[in-house]
């Protein structure tokens, strides 16, 4: 059977996928020396069966991709005759490609990596762009996708009249979709973000907002300015509330307390990246991952 080798940023993740796999756990050593570097061990015989490592590389994401690399290779060196690589959030995902001259391509380095340490296949979640799938060449890698399970949990909310709103066109589909499952209307709002400065702005519309719950969903959500943007024109059309749900909540330079000045009533993210925003869980779409890969 499977073992499911804990990744330092994913406990309450891996113990809900044990929950729902019946898979057990392995006991890993982690130490960080004086120095700062990180040390992994694999502390079972693995005994020729399938590791499944679970790690998000949410920041510090330098750490937890070195940390990432060293629970593939120790789970092999434990004896593992393949593993599974669950990364619930993929750092430098919005490094998908050279927007400026002489850029470092980050996420196809990450993928390359990945593949030389030796993991068989990987599994993400939601991840920011398919192109960072298309850098894994000798791999299987595969994203699953939360917002299902955030629909199931904002329609336990009994929402009035909600409008699901993406802050970006490009992630207006998501918001379709989370609209659908929820029996809402969608709508998008117009974002650009300056590629030198990174400064992003929204543009003003007029939508109907007036004593609605407004959902606005986005994949990440990192320093918040993107959802500050969209609630403060939102705020102009007097909403009943407006909720904030996202896949990963990295919440970097106070961008919770921000969110909350905002006016953002309630804040809702997954277990890619665990948090007290942490209301849904993907155990369940991951299990039906694995379950697939070790079928085919
Ligand atoms: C951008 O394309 C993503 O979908 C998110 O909107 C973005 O990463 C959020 O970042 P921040 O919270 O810093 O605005």
Do not use: W
Request: proline share 5%.
């Amino acid at each position: 059977m499977p073992l499911l080798i804990p990744g330092p940023s994913s406990p309450l993740l891996t113990q809900r996928l044990a929950d729902v796999c019946g898979y057990e756990v392995a006991k890993v050593g982690y130490r960080v020396f004086p120095d700062g570097e990180s040390y992994v061990r694999v502390e079972d015989d693995l005994k020729g069966e399938v590791a499944i490592v679970i790690q998000s590389c949410s920041p510090p994401q330098d750490k937890r991709v070195i940390e990432l690399l060293q629970l593939i290779d120790a789970s092999l060196r434990a004896g593992a005759s393949k593993v599974i690589a669950v990364v619930p959030y993929f750092a430098y995902s919005r490094q998908d490609k050279v927007f400026l001259p002489h850029e470092a391509l980050t996420s196809r380095i990450i993928a390359r990596v990945v593949e030389a340490v030796g993991a068989s296949s990987l599994i993400t979640v939601n991840v920011h762009s398919e192109l960072v799938l298309s850098y894994f060449e000798r791999i299987k890698a595969l994203s699953v996708n939360a917002f299902p399970e955030i629909a199931n949990y904002l329609a336990s909310l009994g929402l009035r009249d909600p409008l699901v709103l993406s802050p970006d066109k490009k992630r207006y589909p998501d918001a379709q979709r989370v609209a659908e499952l929820i029996a809402g209307e969608a709508a998008f709002l117009e974002k650009k973000r300056d590629l030198e400065t990174g400064e992003v702005t929204t543009e003003e519309k007029a939508l109907a907002i007036e004593g609605r719950d407004v959902v606005i969903v986005d994949d990440i959500i990192s320093t918040g300015g993107t959802i500050v943007n969209a609630a403060k024109v939102i705020s102009k059309g007097s909403p009943k509330r407006i909720i904030a749900a996202c896949v990963h909540g990295l919440y970097v330079a106070n961008a919770l307390e921000k969110l909350a000045a905002a006016g953002v009533g309630e804040i809702i993210s997954t277990d890619t990246v665990e948090s007290r925003t942490s209301k849904v869980t993907v155990a369940k779409a991951i299990a039906g991952a694995v379950e697939r890969l070790l079928e085919g």
